[in-house]
């Protein structure tokens, strides 16, 4: 099946700092969705981006599919900013949607 | 608010203990999911229900038992469960095409469940 792989697994920042985080897939997808978790364990939806360029507010992610990754920058970061990132994606058949480890942010004051 | 509601959001129970927990989506999606998130762990999908017919079941065992009585409502009934179990559970919702294409799944908040 479909690999997955997050990185950093752990990021520690400066309130105001920019990130990028990286999403690698091994196989061709339909779907890829970021999401963050927050301490108490809610899944929020940030992207549905198999392909291009988003931007919402500080947070925008590009996907090239043809390389299969996926980027996910946060600029000017702030401590509500904190919690786990994770990437997504369905394979072609679009099936169940597999996760990668997540990446741990902490955004210090 | 994501639209999916879980219940209970912390559930502490013996090993002898039976219990269920409940998901609830108003987003007009027609399939539901059941993941399992343990400590520094992935998300693992257990159970998924497409039109109310589960499709999937990924080698859980049969102490934790869903049930879909319809395409808004998502139950997962645990019984003898052990302390292993203790994991945030996590439903999600989304609204499948017959080729499965733009499968954008919303997660409830989760229930924290410990064993004891």
């Given at each position: 099946?479909?690999?997955?792989?997050?990185?950093?697994?752990?990021?520690?920042?400066?309130?105001?700092?920019?990130?990028?985080l990286r999403c690698n897939f091994s196989d061709s997808v339909n779907n890829l969705q970021w999401f963050h978790q927050n301490p108490w364990g809610q899944l929020i939806n940030l992207f549905y981006i198999p392909?291009?360029?988003k931007q919402n507010g500080r947070l925008s992610a590009t996907t090239v599919a043809t390389e299969r990754y996926s980027l996910l920058y946060i600029s000017s970061s702030q401590t509500t900013d904190s919690g786990v990132y994770f990437c997504a994606v369905?394979?072609?058949?679009g099936g169940?949607?597999?996760?990668?480890?997540?990446?741990e942010l902490s955004v210090k004051p | 608010e994501t639209g999916v509601t879980q219940t209970p959001r912390h559930l502490v129970m013996g090993m002898t203990n039976k219990k269920s927990l409940k998901c609830e989506q108003h987003l007009g999606h027609n399939a539901m999911y059941w993941y399992k998130q343990s400590a520094k762990k992935p998300l693992e999908l257990m159970f998924v229900y497409s039109l109310e017919e589960r499709v999937e079941n990924n080698s859980v065992p049969s102490r934790f038992s869903p049930e879909c009585p319809n395409s808004s409502h998502l139950f997962l009934h645990l019984h003898t469960l052990q302390p292993e179990d203790s994991a945030l559970y996590l439903c999600a919702s989304s609204r499948t095409s017959n080729r499965g294409t733009k499968n954008i799944q919303y997660f409830g908040a989760g229930t924290r469940l410990s064993v004891l």
């Open positions: 099946g479909i690999q997955v792989e997050q990185s950093p697994p752990d990021l520690i920042l400066q309130e105001g700092a920019n990130s990028t392909s291009g360029t369905n394979d072609n058949q169940k949607l597999i996760f990668g480890q997540g990446t | -």
